[in-house]
């Protein structure tokens, strides 16, 4: 259970497929617009529940319960080969072999 | 009762949501016919410069430095014919607080919310755009709510924009993620129809008035350095924001012979509404997607008329790739040791090819540098690309197709730009305005199209004879 007054994340769906706008492409048109945020639980729930939440500003926003305690994982990423390799190319083509 | 939540609904009732939401009525500055009063619309922020410069020193705006890039410019040198290559300058715009030049727009913004008793401000951003709101909220004491486009359907983002959104989130605002659309605006009108927030939309008068301030600050900096003007700014163009509000602080400094260019990611072909197609770029701003039709037609944003009308201050509009963008980036840290960007690098990039076509007593300004963090940051942004099957090779930048590949420019000697057609985008943008609201402009209309074509009152003529007979 996911207790009242913990920090959590929620969706919502704010336009169903088929009330999409008008001007968007065919394979987004195919899929819902979905909203997330984040806010204090206002009342004990389990994770997929519909619950209300009080946002950062205030604001009461309701929603399918995805998370608590949410958290970024987005980093320096893996190792990318071609970055050290520019390094060394580009500054022996501006410096030459012997520094 | 509540509102009708549903799409055509909210759109309906923009104007009414814009005109509480914005402190101005818009109608002001209309002709009722293609023209409306630019200048006089820039007036409303009622800040002149010199206030504008009062309020962002406040909370530690501006006044930024501006670093020579030596070793770059030594490079573009080995590369250009004897006697060529502007000094490279950069203004190190990542020193405002919130690590980016959007710190002055939105500096602006909130200060006019703030003096106007609004209690918060929204706007819609997956830019650096939504921390420069959020730090302004935080240190003038307003709430604050940011929207950003975040997501593909299947809850998959860009790590880019998701240190953006972690960024807004530790400056205190709430952040409201969704997934890809055009409904972003749609979403920002609706939560300011119920939060009766300010919309700080970066399009505003005071979203333009407040980047004057850079274009006057690389004037000066450069008359002090220098002795002279800088002969080139290069800026990267999105909405056109920088572009407008970088020329007029140089025309307010009296820069009249310093020239603007805008440069911008190439990324032709990607839609940039395609949910299969949003985690195909490499690159989440600073590209064509924005640049060439926010310039063709302005009037496309969450504002009835935009501040920010880049052709009539460009002089010239290139493109770079993405994969020149990342190399440039990964070279500005090696080569002199500040790591910035790689978004913000755009004008870098194309400023690395114009410097060798111009003599070395020149000066060329970029006119923006911005932060690095995780996810926002050359290796996490090439392993994003490569993880949804992008190729990440060296090559021969001509070889650079959006969504396929990014190509890592072989040697120093392959950085190349190309040039859009500003006149092709000068004429669409007429082509659209009489489509839009008549076939038979006014004397006033037409003396407008040329001020925002940058043509005379004769090309423009005899431009909508052209496109007239076209029709």
């Given at each position: 259970?996911?207790?009242k007054?913990e920090?959590?994340?929620?969706?919502k769906?704010?336009?169903?497929?088929?009330e999409r706008?008008p001007?968007?492409?065919e394979d987004?048109?195919?899929?819902p617009l979905?909203?997330w945020?984040?806010g204090?639980l206002?009342?004990?729930?389990e994770?997929?529940d519909?619950?209300?939440?009080?946002?950062a500003?205030?604001r009461?926003?309701t929603g399918e319960l995805t998370?608590?305690?949410?958290?970024?994982?987005?980093?320096?990423?893996?190792?990318?080969?071609?970055?050290?390799?520019?390094?060394?190319?580009y500054?022996?083509?501006l410096f030459?072999g012997?520094? | 009762m509540?509102?009708?939540?549903?799409y055509a609904?909210?759109?309906?009732?923009?104007?009414?949501?814009?005109?509480a939401a914005?402190?101005m009525?818009?109608?002001e500055?209309?002709?009722g016919s293609?023209a409306?009063?630019?200048?006089?619309?820039?007036?409303?922020?009622?800040f002149?410069?010199e206030?504008i410069?009062?309020v962002q020193?406040l909370?530690?705006v501006g006044?930024?430095?501006l670093f020579?890039?030596?070793?770059?410019?030594?490079?573009a040198?080995?590369c250009?014919k004897p006697?060529?290559?502007?000094?490279i300058?950069?203004?190190?715009?990542c020193s405002?607080?919130?690590?980016?030049?959007?710190?002055?727009r939105?500096?602006?913004a909130?200060?006019?919310?703030?003096?106007n008793?609004?209690?918060?401000v929204?706007a819609?951003?997956s830019g650096n755009y939504?921390?420069?709101?959020?730090?302004?909220?935080?240190?003038q004491?307003?709430?604050?709510i940011?929207?950003?486009e975040?997501?593909?359907s299947k809850?998959v983002?860009q790590?880019?924009i998701?240190?953006?959104?972690r960024?807004?989130e530790?400056l205190?605002a709430?952040?409201v993620q969704?997934t890809?659309?055009?409904?972003?605006?749609?979403e920002?009108?609706?939560?300011?129809?119920?939060t009766?927030y300010?919309?700080?939309?970066?399009?505003?008068p005071?979203?333009i008035?407040?980047i004057e301030?850079?274009g006057?600050?690389?004037a000066?900096q450069?008359r002090?350095?220098f002795g002279k003007?800088?002969d080139?700014?290069?800026c990267?163009?999105?909405g056109?924001?920088m572009?407008t509000?970088?020329?007029r602080g140089?025309?307010k400094?009296?820069?009249n012979d310093s020239k603007?260019?805008?440069?911008?990611?190439?990324l032709t072909?990607?839609h940039?509404a395609s949910?299969?197609?949003?985690?195909?770029?490499?690159?989440?701003?600073?590209h064509?997607?924005?640049g060439?039709?926010?310039?063709?037609w302005p009037?496309r944003?969450?504002?009835?008329?935009?501040?920010?009308r880049?052709?009539?201050?460009?002089?010239?509009?290139?493109?770079?790739t993405q994969g020149?963008?990342?190399c440039i980036?990964?070279?500005?840290?090696?080569?002199e040791g500040?790591e910035r960007?790689?978004a913000g690098?755009t004008?870098?990039a194309?400023?690395?090819?114009?410097?060798?076509e111009?003599?070395e007593d020149?000066?060329?300004?970029?006119?923006?540098?911005e932060?690095?963090?995780?996810?926002?940051?050359?290796?996490?942004?090439l392993d994003?690309a490569?993880?949804?099957?992008?190729e990440?090779?060296?090559?021969?930048?001509?070889?650079?197709?959006p969504?396929?590949?990014?190509?890592?420019?072989e040697?120093?000697?392959?950085f190349?730009v190309k040039d859009?057609?500003?006149?092709r985008m000068?004429n669409?943008l007429i082509k659209?305005a009489?489509?839009t609201?008549?076939?038979?402009?006014?004397?006033e209309d037409?003396?407008f199209?040329?001020e925002e074509?940058?043509?005379?009152?004769?090309?423009?003529k005899a431009?909508?004879e052209e496109?007239?007979?076209a029709?």
């Open positions: 259970m996911v207790k007054g920090w959590v994340r929620i969706k769906v704010l336009l169903p497929v088929g706008a001007q968007d492409p987004t048109k195919a899929t979905v909203m945020t984040k204090f206002k009342e004990n729930a994770i997929g519909e619950v209300e939440v009080v946002t500003v205030g009461t926003e998370e608590v305690n949410p958290y970024y994982t987005h980093s320096y990423g893996k190792f990318v080969p071609e970055l050290v390799e520019i390094d060394r190319r500054r022996e083509f030459g012997d520094e | 509540a509102l009708a939540k549903d609904s909210v759109m309906g009732r923009k104007g009414e949501v814009m005109k914005l402190g009525d818009y109608d500055f209309e002709s293609i409306f009063d630019y200048e006089k619309m820039m007036r409303s922020t009622g002149t410069l206030e410069e009062r020193s909370t530690g006044n930024t430095p020579e890039l030596r070793n770059l410019t030594a490079l040198r080995k250009a006697g060529f290559g502007a000094t300058c950069a203004k190190d715009e405002n607080p919130s690590g980016s030049f959007k710190a002055r939105a500096a602006c909130v200060a006019f919310a703030k003096k008793g609004y209690k918060g929204i819609a951003t939504g921390a420069a709101v959020a730090s302004q909220a935080a240190m004491g307003l709430k604050c940011i929207v950003q975040a997501f593909d809850e983002g790590p880019e998701i240190e953006k959104a960024a807004c530790a205190g709430e952040v969704i890809v659309g055009p409904e972003l605006f749609y920002a009108i609706s939560l300011l129809e119920d009766e300010f919309n700080a939309s970066l399009y505003s005071f979203g008035a407040g301030t850079l006057y600050e690389i000066m450069c002090e350095r003007d800088p080139v700014v290069v990267t163009n999105a056109g924001g572009v509000g970088t020329a140089l025309r400094a009296g820069a603007v260019y805008a440069a911008s990611i190439d072909g990607l940039m949910d299969n197609q949003f985690n195909k770029k490499s690159c989440t701003t600073g064509t997607g924005f060439v039709p926010f310039a063709t009037d944003s969450d504002v009835p008329r935009s501040a920010a880049p052709l009539r201050y460009m002089d010239r509009y290139v493109t770079v020149e963008v990342m980036t990964e070279l500005l840290a090696t080569f500040i960007g790689p690098n004008a870098l194309a400023a690395f090819c114009i410097a060798q111009m003599p020149q000066i060329l300004v970029i006119s923006e540098t932060y690095t963090g995780a996810g926002k940051h050359v290796q996490p942004q994003f490569r993880d949804n099957g992008i990440v090779r060296f090559g021969n930048p001509d070889e650079d197709k969504g396929v590949n990014v190509i890592i420019p040697s120093a000697k392959d190349r859009l057609d500003i006149n000068r669409s659209k009489l489509t609201y008549t076939l038979e402009p006014t004397e037409v003396k199209l040329a074509t940058a043509l005379t009152v004769e090309e423009v431009r909508i496109i007239k007979k029709l």
